[in-house]
């Protein structure tokens, strides 16, 4: 091609042209990037976006938050902060953050009672939580507790050998009753024998595993509770009811001989042929959504006999291959087709009542609040699952805040999984490291020297 003047300018034009057009759309791109974002979160856990737990509250939480974030001028806290806080904003814009200097405003540091530099306040709806610990669990525990419309009472009922809300025993159900603190909830627990009624400001009444028999005016006591619209969880272990019967038999349950036995955990090296799993559930509320297997220790096996006004249906069922062992749990353990009781056994069941007929020839109490349209009860044939030792087992605990918030009627809300870290760890076998140790030790220098003397080589050919 013959170079002139004329192809040197059109070949200028060109490049004036291109350098105009790539200038153009690099601010074209600049301005879209300020109205439009997207994110992708590759780590294993996705550590750095929100679970779909946390997605689905905040969608439910109407109105705006408000937080304020008492930190120093330190540039990295403030960034954990704003980095935190960031992860919601992207999903609830309404979400307000500011920051207030400690040491500027000592007086109202004072008077909110605030202990931690970069301590947060989160106000919504009227309500205000306080947050010390910077992780997503923790944040979205607080945005639980502001979002609850009103005080939860679980109570619990002792005295009869019951696992102890606050005790710390293998057996009992402190770490569980934590959990449930942790969430906003309140704890109370009652001993029948002190008391002529359940509290009137009770969610939820929890009975779990008595040992020693109720009295006849304890028991009439509860079902005076759940005959009035009381919401129940009944823990049931294998064994006598211990004076609970009549409770039972009004709610239409009745419990199987025997106590069930699961060879499938066998599979997870659990040789206690005492244990059962559960890892499918029916579709209901208190299930949704969840795909973790569930230990029940020590369980008996239910049915249903559906009493007059109540629906019920099974929410925890025991495999195909499992059965309810009537005999003694001694030896090597086989199903007697002519005793025993073949699975799928139910082992849990979720019952509801409506009220809305009952309550309309009542009159209304101004002192008290609106009755619930609908009576909510729960029986499981285990206590084991949500106690001390057995709490941390596969999704026990998840189970057992679904089950406190769907008798409480907060459906809205679930529990919030902590969020591991799996890919931060690297774990390698003995025999990758000695791979590793001679590559590097012994091949890549060899390999470095070998590439040297054959270049040398060449060079010296030449």
């Keep these: ?25 690099v601010g074209l791109l600049a301005w879209l990037s300020t109205k439009y974002s ?3 979160d590759w780590t294993a856990a996705k550590r750095n ?16 938050v408000k937080i304020t974030a008492y930190a120093t001028e330190d540039e990295q806290l403030r960034r954990g902060i704003k980095d935190l806080v960031a992860r919601y904003q992207r999903v609830k814009s309404d979400i307000e953050l500011n920051y207030v200097n400690p040491e500027q405003e000592p007086d109202l540091v ?20 306080h947050l010390r610990d910077f992780t997503e669990q923790s944040f979205t525990n607080a945005l639980q507790r502001l979002s609850r419309s009103g005080e939860r009472w679980i109570v619990f009922i002792e005295g009869h050998g019951e696992r102890a809300a606050s005790g710390i025993a293998n057996h009992d159900l402190s ?34 595993g008595p040992q020693v028999d109720f009295l006849p005016g304890e028991v009439k006591i509860i079902r005076d509770y759940v005959a009035k619209g009381g919401n129940l969880l009944l823990l049931l272990d294998p064994g006598p009811l211990h004076g609970l019967a009549p409770l039972t038999e009004e709610l239409g349950i009745h419990q199987q001989p025997g106590v069930v036995v699961d060879p499938t955990t066998q599979l997870f090296g659990i040789n206690d042929p005492r244990f059962a799993i559960v890892a499918e559930y029916p579709a209901h509320p208190v299930t949704r959504g969840f795909n973790r297997v569930t230990l029940l220790p ?33 030896g090597e353990l086989a199903m007697d ?4 009781i073949p699975g799928p056994l139910t082992v849990g069941i979720a019952m509801t009542r409506d009220l809305s007929e009952k309550n309309q020839d009542k009159p209304a109490d101004a002192n008290k609040p609106a009755a619930k349209a609908e009576q909510r009860v729960i029986v499981v044939g285990d206590g084991d699952f949500l106690s001390n030792s057995f709490l941390g087992n596969g999704g026990n605990l998840d189970l057992g805040m679904n089950m406190v918030n769907w008798l409480s009627h907060d459906d809205a809300l679930v529990s919030i999984p902590s969020k591991t870290t799996p890919d931060r760890n690297l774990e390698l076998s003995k025999t990758m490291q000695i791979v590793i140790g001679f590559g590097f030790l012994l091949l890549v220098p060899a390999a470095l020297v070998g590439s040297g003397v054959m ?8």
């Design 1 to 25: 091609m013959r170079v002139t003047r004329s192809t040197r300018l059109h070949v200028r034009a060109q490049t004036v042209s291109f350098v105009f057009l790539f200038l153009g759309v």
């Design 38 to 40: 997207f994110q992708s």
């Design 49 to 64: 976006t929100v679970s779909d737990a946390t997605v689905e509250l905040l969608k439910v939480m109407e109105g705006p």
């Design 110 to 129: 004072r008077q909110l009672n605030i202990t931690l530099n970069g301590e947060l306040v989160m106000d919504f709806a009227g309500r205000s939580e």
């Design 175 to 208: 770490a569980f009753t934590r959990q449930l603190t942790g969430k906003g909830i309140k704890i109370q627990s009652i001993n029948l024998a002190n008391t002529t009624s359940i509290p009137n400001n009770t969610s939820a009444l929890v009975i779990a």
């Design 298 to 330: 020590q369980a008996s096996a239910l049915e249903f006999n559906k009493p007059e006004g109540w629906n019920g249906e099974a929410i925890l069922e025991t495999v195909a291959r499992s059965w309810s062992e009537t005999g003694p749990m001694q």
């Design 337 to 340: 087709k002519g005793k025993d």
């Design 455 to 462: 270049i040398w080589w060449k060079r010296r050919k030449q």
